[in-house]
């Protein structure tokens, strides 16, 4: 199974700050026949299902606020949520969809300084 | 508009089957591309990949669960079921399905972009 590492475990960050979440994975989620990024992003609120936040590691889902930006490449990955909103509050997770199983990586929770 | 809903049992005993149904709309499992998708979460914990059906009846399941896993699909009801047999405590958690997002250039992409609320079944006896 691919592992996916997130890092930090927990965030704290100030209303308007940027916040930066990364995800290492144990191999490369980089298929070289299309250079396509095999990663995707969640946010998940309390008492509900993930949302699709960020999908081929870099593309935003249709609905999704411009200030979050997926980036990275290979095995190293990065979310970053430019100006932190209150509403940003939840548990962000990685998930590679290179090979099955799809894993996730544990989570980071997302607090309010 | 896609919309799908999980149910079956909240309380199992240790050593039953769990049968938990995915009933779904707005898409047809028999369309080329479509898949489905089951994900569970057990309570304060992340979220742990289960199995996968496409619309041409492959399936994917997770090694550590393969054997205890079976996935299959009602097209005509516009259904995907999940059974997991033996269960214990350890499995205790929320079970979402999940829709494949619609991929353009026809790669295997498998971002889930639309979930159930999911049920929350407990293994006790």
């Known amino acids: 199974d691919i592992v996916m590492t997130q890092s930090p475990d927990s965030l704290t960050v100030s209303l308007g700050e940027r916040a930066t979440i990364n995800c290492k994975s144990s191999q490369s989620l980089l298929y070289s026949s299309n250079n396509k990024n095999y990663l995707t992003w969640y946010q998940q609120k309390p008492g509900q299902p993930p949302k699709l936040l960020i999908y081929w590691a870099s593309s935003r889902e249709s609905g999704v606020p411009d200030r979050f930006s997926g980036s990275g490449s290979g095995t190293d990955f990065t979310l970053t949520i430019s100006s932190l909103q209150a509403e940003d509050v939840a548990v962000y997770y990685c998930q590679q969809y290179h090979t099955t199983p799809h894993t996730f990586g544990q989570g980071t929770k997302l607090e309010i300084k | 508009q896609i919309t799908l809903k999980e149910s079956g049992p909240t309380l199992v005993k240790p050593t039953q089957t769990l049968t938990l149904t995915c009933t779904f709309s707005?898409?047809?499992?028999?369309?080329?591309?479509?898949?489905v998708g089951w994900i569970r979460q057990p309570p304060g914990k992340a979220l742990e990949w289960l199995a996968l059906i496409y619309w041409d009846d492959d399936k994917r399941y997770s090694p550590s669960l393969k054997s205890r896993l079976t996935i299959t699909k009602d097209t005509s009801r516009n259904q995907v079921v999940l059974t997991m047999t033996n269960m214990d405590p350890v499995d205790t958690a929320t079970y979402y399905c999940?829709?494949?997002?619609?991929?353009?250039?026809?790669?295997?992409?498998?971002?889930?972009?639309?979930w159930g609320q999911g049920t929350l079944v407990t293994v006790s006896s």
């Open positions: 707005g898409f047809s499992l028999s369309t080329r591309g479509v898949g």
């Open positions: 999940a829709h494949r997002k619609e991929s353009n250039g026809g790669y295997d992409l498998w971002s889930l972009d639309y």
